[in-house]
């Protein structure tokens, strides 16, 4: 491969290359044992050798075909972006096993990631070259942590940033593979310090190697390390020994333009890669999703964006938002109850299903004497939803929350109640009254482990239209308030966050429905998705 030829994600590496000159038979024995010992672990070709991709192939002859005039590697540091289903995790492993076999005397390569559950998804891409290949059978010795060349007494070992390396490995260390670092957060930066400090004692600095997807939080250090990556790229710092290969879209590219798609997913198309039906199809959803178009534009374009965004579009609730003139009482339901500090909203949803259909019932609670105060704090008028028959308001006596009300309207519901689910903060009182009139009652899980199965599972009706709020003007205005955070999982929750800085963007009655209609949904599936695990489900009844 001629060095004209080392451009890749917008990086010239023959920019600052003073002092280095470019060797290709080096990079060539990489990919050449890469094409021999790599195997496919998954889909139609598992168990086949790796044929390299072109851009692969220049990024490897980028990080192992520069070198400096002792032979050392150009680069010590290399800082990748790239969306997912384009490879990240069997580029690392290919990478590892490479310095494994080929770097090296005495050392170790490090596989680190913000979870042990992401190092055994690397680890174990690089044990699926070890079973099948006899070769790297016969000198590897393969542990549960580690992978030993005792020939070279080198070794392949994974932690997590929680377990930072014991001082016998750290010692040694030439190659450190952070893996989907954009999941850090601002306390690993005393970690990241730690690992440098183990290579700092190396001859031509070993290798960092930084790789991941684009995330929400813009205090990452690796969103830093993406902001120097691009000033490195675009000339405004001179590092000639750090690596920029950044495959993310610039934040005005349109996100439904094929052609965009191809320039950030150099795996598109490609064997095991993301394909182009699928984004097609997540770019049509995304046009009346803005969820969707998130999740487009941050796992597909490697763009960082805020932690929160809007919902769906009121269109599209209001769709599902009709008055209900069928009778329902006596139905088996689900409740959602969401309790409050003493002088705020109080919900609790009713979730029913008749003929495929499910209905949604919000009650609404608010002290007596808070009434005028919270009109105006709030900017609505809640004498008029009181004369609204579809707005179920109630005003409680007093200036505080009188959760034996509420106790007290559950019982006299005209309902067949399964199960009442909870916020468990502010609840405990309410629901030891509950449990003990025999009620089964469950604490529910607010973070997004809790809440994204339901979440998506009330999104989802909203979209097929089999749901319907009962014209409800509280929950259409709760609903209009509603931001969704996601992580960098992809796990999604109703941001309160917001809520708690704008008092007046209520989202009560929205929280309790998701409860409600998540269970609803839970008991009337074959598949279990259960987020009540170490909750504290209960009944009194069976005491």
């Given at each position: 491969?001629?060095?004209?030829?080392?451009?890749?994600?917008?990086?010239?590496?023959?920019?600052?290359?003073?002092?280095?000159?470019?060797?290709?038979?080096?990079?060539?024995?990489?990919?050449?044992?890469?094409?021999?010992?790599?195997?496919?672990?998954?889909?139609?070709?598992?168990?086949?050798?790796?044929?390299?991709?072109?851009?692969?192939?220049?990024?490897?002859?980028?990080?192992?075909?520069?070198?400096?005039?002792?032979?050392?590697?150009?680069?010590?540091?290399?800082?990748?972006?790239?969306?997912?289903?384009?490879?990240?995790?069997?580029?690392?492993?290919?990478?590892?096993?490479?310095?494994?076999?080929?770097?090296?005397?005495?050392?170790?390569?490090?596989?680190?990631?913000?979870?042990?559950?992401?190092?055994?998804?690397?680890?174990?891409?690089?044990?699926?070259?070890?079973?099948?290949?006899?070769?790297?059978?016969?000198?590897?010795?393969?542990?549960?942590?580690?992978?030993?060349?005792?020939?070279?007494?080198?070794?392949?070992?994974?932690?997590?940033?929680?377990?930072?390396?014991?001082?016998?490995?750290?010692?040694?260390?030439?190659?450190?593979?952070?893996?989907?670092?954009?999941?850090?957060?601002?306390?690993?930066?005393?970690?990241?310090?730690?690992?440098?400090?183990?290579?700092?004692?190396?001859?031509?600095?070993?290798?960092?190697?930084?790789?991941?997807?684009?995330?929400?939080?813009?205090?990452?250090?690796?969103?830093?390390?993406?902001?120097?990556?691009?000033?490195?790229?675009?000339?405004?710092?001179?590092?000639?020994?750090?690596?920029?290969?950044?495959?993310?879209?610039?934040?005005?590219?349109?996100?439904?333009?094929?052609?965009?798609?191809?320039?950030?997913?150099?795996?598109?198309?490609?064997?095991?890669?993301?394909?182009?039906?699928?984004?097609?199809?997540?770019?049509?959803?995304?046009?009346?999703?803005?969820?969707?178009?998130?999740?487009?534009?941050?796992?597909?374009?490697?763009?960082?964006?805020?932690?929160?965004?809007?919902?769906?579009?009121?269109?599209?609730?209001?769709?599902?938002?009709?008055?209900?003139?069928?009778?329902?009482?006596?139905?088996?339901?689900?409740?959602?109850?969401?309790?409050?500090?003493?002088?705020?909203?109080?919900?609790?949803?009713?979730?029913?299903?008749?003929?495929?259909?499910?209905?949604?019932?919000?009650?609404?609670?608010?002290?007596?004497?808070?009434?005028?105060?919270?009109?105006?704090?709030?900017?609505?008028?809640?004498?008029?939803?009181?004369?609204?028959?579809?707005?179920?308001?109630?005003?409680?006596?007093?200036?505080?929350?009188?959760?034996?009300?509420?106790?007290?309207?559950?019982?006299?519901?005209?309902?067949?109640?399964?199960?009442?689910?909870?916020?468990?903060?502010?609840?405990?009182?309410?629901?030891?009254?509950?449990?003990?009139l025999g009620y089964t009652c469950a604490g529910h899980p607010q973070g997004f482990k809790g809440m994204t199965p339901h979440i998506l599972e009330f999104e989802r009706n909203i979209l097929k239209?089999?749901?319907?709020?009962?014209?409800?003007?509280?929950?259409?205005?709760?609903?209009?308030?509603?931001?969704?955070?996601?992580?960098?999982g992809g796990e999604v929750m109703i941001d309160k966050k917001t809520y708690q800085q704008d008092k007046k963007k209520k989202i009560d009655g929205l929280i309790s429905a998701v409860m409600a209609?998540?269970?609803?949904?839970?008991?009337?599936?074959?598949?279990?998705?259960?987020?009540?695990d170490n909750a504290g489900l209960f009944s009194w009844a069976d005491e």
């Amino acid at each position: 491969m001629r060095k004209e030829e080392l451009v890749l994600a917008g990086y010239n590496s023959n920019t600052q290359s003073d002092g280095y000159h470019y060797d290709p038979e080096q990079a060539d024995i990489v990919c050449d044992f890469v094409e021999t010992f790599c195997y496919h672990s998954i889909g139609s070709k598992h168990g086949t050798p790796v044929v390299l991709e072109k851009w692969q192939r220049i990024l490897l002859h980028m990080i192992y075909g520069w070198r400096d005039a002792k032979n050392n590697k150009r680069y010590n540091e290399v800082s990748i972006t790239l969306s997912r289903k384009n490879g990240k995790t069997f580029l690392c492993s290919c990478i590892a096993l490479a310095e494994l076999i080929l770097g090296e005397q005495s050392s170790n390569i490090l596989l680190v990631a913000n979870s042990l559950k992401q190092t055994r998804h690397l680890y174990d891409t690089i044990k699926g070259f070890h079973r099948y290949s006899n070769e790297l059978q016969e000198i590897l010795t393969v542990q549960q942590y580690q992978m030993m060349y005792p020939e070279k007494n080198s070794k392949i070992v994974r932690v997590a940033n929680s377990v930072s390396g014991k001082s016998e490995d750290g010692d040694h260390t030439s190659v450190i593979i952070y893996d989907e670092c954009a999941m850090q957060v601002e306390r690993d930066r005393p970690f990241i310090d730690k690992l440098r400090g183990h290579m700092s004692g190396r001859e031509g600095g070993g290798l960092f190697l930084w790789i991941s997807t684009s995330g929400d939080n813009k205090n990452s250090p690796f969103f830093d390390k993406e902001c120097y990556a691009k000033k490195v790229r675009n000339n405004a710092i001179h590092n000639p020994r750090f690596l920029p290969i950044v495959f993310s879209a610039p934040l005005d590219a349109d996100p439904h333009c094929p052609k965009i798609w191809k320039k950030y997913n150099p795996n598109l198309n490609l064997a095991g890669g993301i394909q182009e039906d699928y984004l097609q199809q997540l770019s049509n959803d995304a046009v009346s999703n803005p969820l969707e178009l998130n999740r487009l534009k941050r796992y597909h374009l490697s763009q960082w964006l805020d932690v929160t965004s809007e919902w769906l579009s009121l269109e599209l609730w209001d769709k599902c938002n009709q008055k209900i003139d069928i009778d329902l009482k006596n139905e088996p339901v689900f409740l959602g109850c969401d309790f409050s500090l003493n002088t705020d909203h109080t919900s609790v949803s009713i979730a029913i299903k008749k003929d495929e259909m499910i209905f949604v019932e919000t009650h609404y609670f608010v002290p007596e004497d808070n009434r005028r105060r919270r009109s105006s704090d709030d900017g609505v008028s809640y004498d008029k939803w009181e004369s609204d028959p579809n707005a179920n308001i109630h005003f409680t006596p007093g200036n505080v929350i009188d959760t034996d009300y509420i106790v007290s309207l559950i019982q006299n519901l005209d309902y067949d109640i399964k199960e009442i689910a909870y916020d468990s903060r502010y609840a405990t009182a309410p629901i030891i009254k509950l449990g003990e009139l025999g009620y089964t009652c469950a604490g529910h899980p607010q973070g997004f482990k809790g809440m994204t199965p339901h979440i998506l599972e009330f999104e989802r009706n909203i979209l097929k239209e089999t749901i319907n709020f009962g014209n409800d003007p509280i929950l259409r205005w709760n609903f209009s308030n509603a931001k969704i955070a996601m992580n960098a999982g992809g796990e999604v929750m109703i941001d309160k966050k917001t809520y708690q800085q704008d008092k007046k963007k209520k989202i009560d009655g929205l929280i309790s429905a998701v409860m409600a209609v998540g269970r609803l949904q839970h008991h009337n599936t074959d598949t279990k998705i259960n987020p009540y695990d170490n909750a504290g489900l209960f009944s009194w009844a069976d005491e």
